[in-house]
């Protein structure tokens, strides 16, 4: 079955300090893995899809890195305005083409 | 439009009643998805269109939902006889091409926050 496990559930950084949040998944073949941003009262806001082990993706202050079990997304310099829940999500090569999502890190940065 | 809209923002219904839940997604997106976002759990997926294809039902948690896409656009979610479990937000999303080493990711909307008292 597949599964997506994220951590921390919650964390609160300083502004400027870096950090990174974990995604550890199981699927039977990975077609895709996803990380979307989600505000308050919001739907979540795609950020980057990453396909096989070693892909890295950039974005601002945002870098996503995937493992044959797992991503992570570095935070980098975080400004108050990163402050979002972060969610995970995989697509398995098999089966639905619907994402399966994890509990997502509600991530706090204080200025 | 611009985004995918759904509509009502906010729903609060008594136990019992019947909901209906709107979703327009972005012009030409041929593939729509709803899923259901509870306190503290994952999005939980609940159906799949995509294109002129029979829909995947396989998320839907009973025989209560139901859901159908007029014309490859506007799609309605239906709760019938509604129950306090059924309390959380419903989320619509579309996309454009889905298959293997497309580089899409989904737009959802804000969603509707259903309320079941």
């Known amino acids: 079955e597949d599964q997506v496990t994220q951590s921390p559930e919650a964390l609160r950084l300083q502004e400027g300090e870096s950090s990174s949040l974990n995604c550890s998944y199981t699927v039977s073949g990975l077609r895709g893995l996803f990380w979307y941003r989600q505000d308050p009262g919001k739907g979540p806001e795609f950020l980057f899809t990453l396909y096989s082990a070693g892909e890295e993706k950039e974005k601002e202050r945002l870098k996503a890195t995937l493992t044959k079990k797992e991503s992570f997304l570095h935070i980098t310099a975080p400004k108050p305005e990163d402050s979002a829940t972060y969610l995970c999500a995989v697509q398995a090569t098999t089966g639905a083409n619907n994402l399966f999502f994890g509990t997502g890190t509600r991530l706090t940065v204080i200025p | 439009g611009a985004g995918v809209s759904q509509s009502p923002s906010n729903k609060v219904t008594e136990k019992g009643k019947d909901v209906e839940l709107r979703c327009d997604p972005i012009?030409?997106?041929?593939?729509l998805y709803w899923y259901r976002q509870s306190l503290g759990q994952g999005l939980e997926f609940l159906i799949y269109?995509?294109?002129?294809?029979?829909?995947?039902k396989s998320g839907l948690p009973s025989d209560r939902f139901s859901a159908e896409r007029t014309g490859g656009s506007v799609s309605t979610l239906t709760i019938q006889r509604t129950q306090q479990e059924d309390s959380a937000v419903y989320l619509c999303?579309?996309?454009?091409?889905?298959?293997?080493?497309?580089?899409?990711?989904?737009?959802f909307g804000s969603g509707t926050r259903l309320t079941v008292v």
């Open positions: 999303a579309s996309s454009t091409f889905v298959g293997l080493g497309a580089n899409y990711g989904y737009t």
């Open positions: 269109f995509q294109g002129n294809s029979a829909p995947d």
């Open positions: 012009s030409g997106h041929t593939a």
